[in-house]
């Protein structure tokens, strides 16, 4: 049934309250989870999507209580399946919107194959990593995140795991679309919601989150103002990699190697790198500036989308396979299938 435009012109405008709920959020106050359920409810009106249409799923952690706070329809599933159970949905009901809310020990620990498969599959499907680099639901044992040397409840003596790089990871899952933003920046994590929802395929958007009870601070270098100009660097496509207070610094190409340079004496705008979203190997150098901001001469945190490419979703040509089998065999019987080829009669 096609809506007329009077139709159309007659649905209600939504606003971020249509898509709260009388639920009472239930994180600790000055969690980073409160700016992200903010943003993603400031987003939604704009996406183009009935409020039927959108699905949170998420797992278990701290993070996964976000479908309760959402005025859509969600599921709270399975420690680290969240992926497994979105994947599912997708393949069934390819008409839906799609997002899927998990911590980094949800994802990336329990839930690291399922995390993998989704993105080289390649559903169409929007997933929020939150990575505050420690387990808070479970207060405070260290994450797959997790730097070397942490002094959690369960490294006592600091953690000797090497971390995972989430954006690294992602990447070799061959993920067509990888960014990366952060709670304490409210309009750049819209505008990475909006191109997490604007991409065709499976779409991975890592979100710094401050845990102010268990680790607090752990991205404050990146967050706070006073730091932040030196510490972070926005991409931009087409752009020049550029930061610092005055925009006097940015990062040039030695080779495959990125290295800080300021501008002046010689240097330009046009010596710089310029970012490419499409650029494969590019994009591998960027998600490993991922260096210790105390050590001297390091390289600032990239954020901003890394990489986006166009790939065939699964759910896509799963659908195309099942036409084209009953295009060449017909429509099953499922009688016939459930009687099987051999019957006996029974005098």
């Known amino acids: 049934m096609i809506m007329s435009t009077t139709a159309l012109s007659s649905q209600p405008t939504l606003t971020a309250k249509d898509f709260t709920t009388d639920q009472e959020v239930r994180w600790c106050p000055g969690c980073g989870d409160y700016s992200i ?28 209580r976000f479908p309760y706070y959402m005025n859509t329809y969600g599921m709270h599933s399975i420690h680290g399946r969240a992926t497994a159970i979105a994947s599912g949905l997708k393949a069934s009901r390819p008409e839906l919107s799609v997002w899927i809310v998990a911590g980094d020990g949800d994802a990336l620990s329990i839930g690291g194959n399922h995390t993998i498969h989704l993105l080289r599959r390649n559903f169409d499907v929007n997933m929020l990593l939150f990575n505050n680099q420690i387990y808070g639901l479970t207060k405070g044992q260290y994450s797959p995140t997790s730097e070397q040397h942490k002094i959690t409840k369960s490294t006592p003596l600091g953690s000797i795991d090497h971390p995972f790089n989430p954006l690294a990871l992602a990447m070799g899952a061959d993920a067509t679309f990888v960014a990366r933003s952060m709670d304490r920046d409210p309009k750049h994590l819209q505008e990475m919601l909006v191109r997490s929802h604007a991409h065709k395929g499976a779409s991975f958007l890592e979100i710094y989150q401050n845990c102010n009870i268990f680790n607090d601070g752990a991205f404050e270098m990146f967050t706070d103002k006073s730091s932040k100009p030196e510490q972070s ?11 610092g207070a005055a925009k006097n610094k940015g990062i040039k190409l030695d080779g495959f190697k990125p290295v800080a340079v300021e501008l002046g004496n010689g240097l330009n705008e046009d010596d710089l790198w310029i970012h490419d979203e499409k650029d494969f190997y590019k994009a591998q150098v960027l998600v490993r500036m991922f260096d210790d901001p105390s050590a001297e001469g390091h390289l600032p945190r990239p954020f901003g989308v890394f990489y986006e490419t166009e790939r065939a979703c699964y759910e896509d040509v799963m659908a195309m396979q099942i036409e084209e089998a009953i295009a060449a065999k017909g429509r099953g019987d499922l009688d016939k299938l459930l009687r ?8």
């Open 340 to 347: 099987g080829r051999e019957v006996w009669e029974i005098a």
């Open 233 to 243: 660097i926005f991409l931009e496509q087409g752009k020049p990699l550029i930061f």
């Open 37 to 64: 359920l903010a943003q993603v409810q400031k987003v939604m009106p704009g996406i183009g999507v009935p409020r039927e249409n959108i699905v949170i799923i998420s797992g278990i952690g701290c993070s996964s």
